[in-house]
């Protein structure tokens, strides 16, 4: 009980630091516009840059990721570090995660910064079909991220390692094998560098994709346990969900470029924008594509779920033991503290999984059609 309620008590935190952040960005991007804020930086970026349109994107979107660091940085103290140590669940001191929080922040702002540049070069180049150029270039974009994350994003945090425990390794490979995935695709991950949670992905394209088991999750999990994970993860593979994901993703990006075409076409002259290709109106842009993702979260978030059940039925057809799968999912909502009641209006809108709960009580109902 006294784990319920630590767990409970966790997630009741986090829910409510994910509707103040749901609120605040909005906001904030508000301010900037109503302010003249926005305005205010595009001149300085301009002083800065003199004539060069590169110049100006460049030195406004510092200014505008200063603006936003201001109230991102306390927010992630309290969410990243505070808290998980709070409960328990941090490995890292704070000069670790002030490091990792450093090298996350210089990754996002580099590549958001490649991606703005191209944005408003289409803009200029061709005002009247921006949005679909633009979004062809974040398909392609999103498809290189696919398969260069596993291999270059994610060995700047983490390190890969092949499975020490001999005896899980053959398990893992024959289950690997037997559904035809290349058996030298499975690794393990040192997670536990900064948490104590357990977590496994199948992940990349092509080449690059691999199934990904925390240390946390095989050093605390038995090896059926593990082998459930697994078969989940195959599941993901077999069924092709990185490509389906990723299509549904482009969808709901290609509404969100096309909205914001229309939506600033609209409103630029009203607030003063020599035209879309102005800076200043960024905030009024990034705002129209949050509005949009808000809209269509549940949509996006639903399909995930989704592409879950059905991974969740394939370990079950699978491996055939649906015990050793609600134990695993037990012990996956207890090491990780997840919510074992969340509210039903929260699961639909913010979870891109099932709860545990009810992954739970489907594999006791496949328990019983079984007989």
């Known amino acids: 009980m006294a784990d319920k309620e630590k767990a409970k008590e966790y997630q009741e935190i986090r829910r409510k630091l994910t509707l103040f952040q749901l609120i605040l960005t909005p906001a904030l991007l508000g301010i900037l516009i109503a302010s003249g804020w926005t305005f205010g930086m595009r001149q300085n970026a301009v002083a800065f840059a003199g004539g060069s349109d590169w110049g100006v994107v460049a030195v406004y979107f510092i200014l505008f990721s200063l603006f936003f660091l201001v109230f991102d940085l306390p927010l992630s103290f309290y969410s990243g570090f505070f808290l998980e140590h709070q409960f328990g669940l941090s490995n890292q001191n704070f000069s670790q995660w002030l490091m990792e929080l450093l090298k996350k922040t210089l990754l996002s702002f580099a590549l958001s910064l490649g991606l703005l540049e191209c944005l408003y070069w289409i803009i200029r180049v061709d005002p009247a079909h ?86 946390t999750l ?10 459930v994970v697994v078969a989940h993860e195959l599941g993901h593979y077999k069924h092709h969900d990185v490509w389906r994901l990723l299509s549904f993703g482009l969808v709901a990006s290609l509404i969100a470029f096309a909205t914001g075409f229309f939506g600033m076409n609209a409103l630029a002259s009203a607030l003063l924008l020599g035209s879309t ?5 960024l905030p009024l842009l990034f705002l129209i594509f949050y509005v949009v993702n808000l809209i269509l979260m549940p949509l996006m978030n639903g399909y995930s779920r989704r592409r879950e059940w059905a991974a969740d039925i394939f370990a079950l057809k699978a491996l055939e033991t649906p015990e050793t799968f609600i134990s695993c999912m037990e012990k996956l909502g207890e090491q990780n503290l997840a919510d074992p009641e969340p509210p039903a209006w929260y699961e639909w809108f913010f979870y891109d999984h099932p709860s545990i709960v009810k992954r739970i009580e489907m594999a006791k109902n496949w328990k019983t059609d079984i007989g």
């Open 130 to 215: 921006w949005w679909f150029w633009s979004w062809a270039a974040y398909a392609f974009v999103s498809y290189i991220l696919g398969k260069v994350f596993p291999v270059v994003i994610v060995p700047l945090f983490y390190k890969y390692g092949r499975l020490e425990d001999k005896e899980l390794e053959t398990k893992v490979l024959k289950l690997a094998s037997r559904f035809e995935m290349p058996v030298g695709n499975v690794y393990a991950l040192n997670l536990s560098k900064t948490t104590k949670k357990a977590n496994a992905a199948f992940m990349g394209i092509g080449r690059t994709k691999r199934v990904v088991l925390s240390d």
């Open 277 to 281: 290709a102005d800076v200043a109106g």
């Open 218 to 227: 095989i050093e605390n999990f038995t090896h059926v346990e593990v082998e």
